[in-house]
């Protein structure tokens, strides 16, 4: 298929409805509010279901109903919508039901603002809801990642029986950029429903999925049953892209949209003689740990760039274990740091690591 | 239109009211530059918005894969109103293009360090019949005078991309192209 100029938040709904969802539950909020607006388009041309919820509690436990039933479903929302959203995401975690989640961050805390922003960090790595589990996390850097990793979403999520969190941010969300959609996929026929889903029981023995366990040793074998399975994932699932590291003795660290602008100081820091490379985690749980500690041998400082005030840092830290120095440079509340402001803290460390 | 071996990159901002058209002859850019197997990026400054409002967006038209899709000092901007004068005439890289909308906006740039274009976009689309063409105008002349796009390449863009709702309109949008293109040749 030839390449379209496609607006991250089309491509997102589009790339879903190409991998074959058969139901969208969600409620709008800026700067995401064009995926409910393509997909209430689409699905109901295909057959398939839209639903626009009274608010993201309820749009949420939908996602978690269909889920249970066997049906490829999705919800996307941003920031504060996603909050709403946690109680949800341990019921599934726990339920053990694949879903698609997709946060298109914006601008925190509270209400905020709508411009982009990588705030959600904590939030989408380290604690998703209450309890002990994680989802897949995964950032796109650009429209053309954006759809290929929302296929992917459903598949993992489908593999492990988890939830898959795609996060953007606005500003993904809002440009336009050529892509390529993956061919249409048939949505699954009914009596192809998972073996674990609730599809009526007839001539079989009833299934249940619950995420109530009374009793602490009954509820620690469910725990014991989704540690393995997240170590699995970690095992198998992490994915990450690199930019002239081969010979890099300074790094940078970032994700998401000041990731790809990462790639841009880096071709600057070349320019001007600096050995500079660029590791862009794509999952960020899990977490390119093991890279990074290779590359942490290698090099005489990392720099973490966000758009917050210094969350994957931490992670940046526990990965390199004192190997190297590790800075962070940030900006917050919907300010997207630039090449011009990036490069002279490279250079800082730099002379720092001397 | 691109002598071999030399390298394209260019960082475009396109600003003025909420209605003059910025974002749509952005993605006009956008649409040509994709036809030319290029890479762009198009990314509008997005937030509450109104008719009369702040409508801007950025374009990196480029040969490699684009990192950053926006900049703070553009290699080239067209200026639709004063706001956007008093915003972006400072921020054009040196060497660069500021295309002014004229009509709308009486100051002269001091800077000798840029090529500034002068079009009186919003009369000229007015004399045309339609002062919403003034972004075309002002976009022919923007293309003209990169030299990274040929104008066709807009023009088929229009065929393709114009709405509906104006397409009564295309002809017209390639004779303002055409009439803006004037006022960026050398």
Known sequence: ?354 | MQEAGRKIQEEIIISGFGGQGALFAGQLLAYAAMDQDLHVTWIPSYGPEMRGGKARCTVVISDEEIGSPLVRRPSAAIVLNIPSMEAFEPAVKPGGVLVVNSSLIPQKSERDDIRVIYVPASDIASDMGNIRLANVVCLGALVQALGVLPLEAIEKALDEHLPERHRELLELNKEALRRGAEYGER
């Open chain 1, 1 to 354: 298929m030839a390449k379209e100029l496609w607006e991250g938040n089309a491509a997102l709904a589009e790339a879903a409805i190409r991998a074959g969802v058969e139901a969208f539950f969600g409620y709008p909020i800026t700067p995401q509010t064009e995926v409910l607006e393509h997909f209430s388009k689409r699905m109901p041309e295909l057959g398939r279901v839209f639903l626009q919820a009274e608010s993201e509690v309820a749009a949420i436990n939908m996602v978690y109903g269909a889920a249970c039933a066997g049906a490829r479903v999705m919800t996307s929302s941003s920031s504060p919508g996603v909050s709403l959203m946690q109680e949800g995401f341990s019921y599934i975690a726990c339920s053990e039901v694949p879903a698609v989640v997709t946060n298109i961050m914006r601008g925190g805390p509270g209400l905020g603002n709508v411009q982009p922003a990588q705030g959600d960090y904590f939030q989408a790595v380290k604690s998703a809801g209450h309890g002990d589990f994680h989802m897949i996390v995964l950032a796109p850097a650009n429209v053309q990642e954006l759809i290929d990793l929302t296929v992917l979403a459903f598949d993992l999520a489908e593999k492990y029986r988890t939830l898959a969190m795609i996060v953007a941010d606005g500003s993904i969300g809002q440009m336009m950029e050529p892509a390529e959609m993956p061919p249409m996929r048939p949505v699954r026929p009914p009596e192809e429903r998972p073996d674990w889903a609730l599809t009526g029981a007839k001539g079989r023995d009833p299934n249940i999925i619950t995420s109530l366990y009374l009793g602490a040793e009954n509820l620690e074998r469910v725990n014991l049953r989704l540690q393995a399975k997240l170590k699995k994932i970690a095992a198998n699932e992490v994915r990450w892209k690199e930019y002239s590291t081969e010979d890099a003795d300074l790094l940078l660290v970032a994700y998401g949209t000041v990731g790809r602008i990462c790639q841009t100081v880096v071709r600057e820091a070349r320019r001007a003689g600096m050995k500079v490379g660029l590791l862009r985690p794509i999952t960020l749980w899990p977490f390119p740990s093991k890279r990074i500690a290779e590359l942490a041998e290698q090099v005489r400082g990392i720099l973490t760039v966000e758009m917050n005030a210094g969350q994957m840092v931490e992670d940046v830290r526990l990965a390199v274990e004192g190997r190297c120095t590790v800075r962070f440079y940030g900006r917050m509340g919907g300010v997207i740091p630039l090449p011009d402001e990036i490069l002279p803290e490279l250079e800082k460390l730099d002379a720092e690591c001397r």
